[in-house]
């Protein structure tokens, strides 16, 4: 654990590439990947270990993906979270579509821990078949359900934002920190885990991903770098934290 205190608002955890949905705009660009993989069990310690070594605490701790319940090991990473519970101040989230259902052991697991667990259901409506029925059964248990809407007449943050459009839009620092300004994911201070990279945001890690922008080491943390120093590592993301853009966001 940091020697001072240093806390996040959020941050979400990829634990897997693969899902059952192919959407075209999705945020994290799941379809695009050419080769969707399953962080393994040896990573996902890595990447928590140091992860709450670098953070102090965090109010809430996602675990998605992809569909996160595709991991076959989704209970064991479960249990691995669980062990840094102390840390978590508020919930240990974990978001799904609708298109599966929970495994038993998991479920039993959600019941057990139902006093910091949420379950995140994204509703895409004819695309999320089992949305409706596994959030009425979750909360039947007393687990606590949050169903994020995309569908219908008043979708959330008023529907699908495209996020496909990686050319230059913001060519002076000026600009490029007003869209920082801007931006829902900036302003919530929330990270995401990508592959064991901790970014400002999944398009920060697509784009270094793709070459679109340069790796700048200022920029984002690889958290399954053991090499690296932990007081190194947080001194990086506390800058991170502090700025106001970063090069990705002149490209939104």
């Known amino acids: 654990m940091a020697d001072e205190h240093f806390h996040l608002t959020n941050t979400a955890f990829g634990i897997t590439e693969r899902c059952t949905l192919k959407c075209k705009l999705c945020i994290a660009y799941i379809p695009y990947h050419q080769n969707p993989r399953d962080m393994t069990i040896a990573e996902v310690n890595t990447i928590l270990k140091r992860y709450f070594a670098i953070v102090s605490s965090v109010d809430s701790f996602c675990l998605t993906g992809g569909e996160p319940l595709m991991h ?34 998991v479920v039993r697991f959600l019941e057990n821990h139902k006093d910091k667990i949420r379950v995140i259901i994204s509703d895409y409506g004819k695309y ?27 979708p959330l943050y008023g529907g699908w934002i495209d996020c496909t459009d990686h050319t230059l839009k913001h060519f002076t620092e000026k600009e490029r920190d007003a869209q920082g ?35 700048n080491p200022n920029e984002y943390i690889e958290l399954l770098d053991t090499t690296a120093s932990i007081e190194q590592q947080r001194e990086v993301l506390k800058k991170l934290h ?11």
Request: glycine residues 6%.
């Open 72 to 105: 076959p090991d989704l209970l064991t990473i479960f249990e691995v979270l669980n062990s840094y519970s102390s840390q978590i101040k508020k919930t240990m989230d974990i978001t799904t579509n609708g298109t599966l259902n929970f495994k038993e052991d």
């Open 128 to 154: 999320s078949p089992k949305a409706k029925t596994l959030a009425h059964n979750l909360r039947s248990l007393g687990i606590n359900v949050r169903v994020e809407a995309y569908n219908g007449e008043s």
């Open 181 to 215: 300004r801007s931006c829902h994911y900036k302003n919530k201070r929330g990270y995401p885990i990508r592959n064991g990279e901790l970014h400002n945001c999944a398009r920060s890690y697509w784009r270094m991903k793709q070459g679109i922008i340069p790796r």
């Open 242 to 252: 502090a700025k106001v853009s970063v090069t990705s966001c002149a490209y939104c």
